[in-house]
T-cell receptor, first 115, second 115 residues
Framework: GAGVSQTPSNKVTEKGKYVELRCDPI?????LYWYRQSLGQGPEFLIY??????ADDSGLPNDRFFAVRPEGSVSTLKIQRTERGDSAVYLC???WGRGSGNTIYFGEGSWLTVV | AQSVTQPDIHITVSEGASLELRCNYS??????LFWYVQSPGQGLQLLLK??????LVQGIKGFEAEFKRSQSSFNLRKPSVHWSDAAEYFC?????????????FGKGTKLSVKP
């Protein structure tokens, strides 16, 4: 597609449930990032993939959060035993290749509400 | 730890007036700095970035920003605001010691434009 695509756009789940959020990056982009944006805050870095491997997962808040990118394209962010504090917009982004100078393109986000 | 401060939560300007959005960062060495814009229903879009060299950086949509090391600032400016500029603006710095794409964002400044 033309841009970064994220599904679902909205997800309401009950506390304690498992959730998966999907990201389809721009075609050809080898770098993929996940961010989380809580209400009234700026985005917070979660994880960065270069190809299939997680090059930097320093932003994952705890072991309930996990992300995969098995074929180096689509990525899934997985949240186990969801808590109300996990409610946020989860943003996916991608960029071409390696280097901090490459422009990062963001998707519209997946709004997660935990009730 | 590095941080980014955007002192103004909400700014209202008249259409055609000039705009300056403030951003201060904390970091000892030369930072990599970014400005992003977030409009409802759209993903974050990069306006401009500063890595080194000329301290006045030109971006898209008529925006510019000036890096001032002595003030630890990277303020965003536009000489004449258009109604379509109403959005939320985020300043960000590359996390030193982190990977590419590991950005630290400010909390954002919401811009409203009066007709």
């Amino acid at each position: 597609g033309a841009g970064v695509s994220q599904t679902p756009s909205n997800k309401v789940t009950e506390k304690g449930k498992y959730v998966e959020l999907r990201c389809d990056p721009i075609s050809g982009h080898t770098a993929l990032y996940w961010y989380r944006q809580s209400l009234g805050q700026g985005p917070e870095f979660l994880i960065y993939f270069q190809g299939t491997g997680a090059a930097d997962d320093s932003g994952l808040p705890n072991d309930r959060f996990f992300a995969v990118r098995p074929e180096g394209s689509v990525s899934t962010l997985k949240i186990q035993r969801t808590e109300r504090g996990d409610s946020a917009v989860y943003l996916c982004a991608s960029s071409w290749g390696r280097g901090s100078g490459n422009t990062i393109y963001f998707g519209e986000g997946s709004w997660l509400t935990v009730v | 730890a590095q941080s980014v401060t955007q002192p103004d939560i909400h700014i209202t300007v008249s259409e055609g007036a000039s705009l300056e959005l403030r951003c201060n960062y904390s970091y000892g060495a030369t930072p990599y700095l970014f400005w992003y814009v977030q409009s409802p229903g759209q993903g974050l879009q990069l306006l401009l970035k500063y890595f080194s060299g000329d301290t006045l950086v030109q971006g898209i949509k008529g925006f510019e920003a000036e890096f001032k090391r002595s003030q630890s600032s990277f303020n965003l400016r536009k000489p004449s605001v258009h109604w379509s500029d109403a959005a939320e603006y985020f300043c960000a710095v590359l996390n030193y010691g982190g990977s590419q794409g590991n950005l630290i964002f400010g909390k954002g400044t919401k811009l409203s434009v009066k007709p």
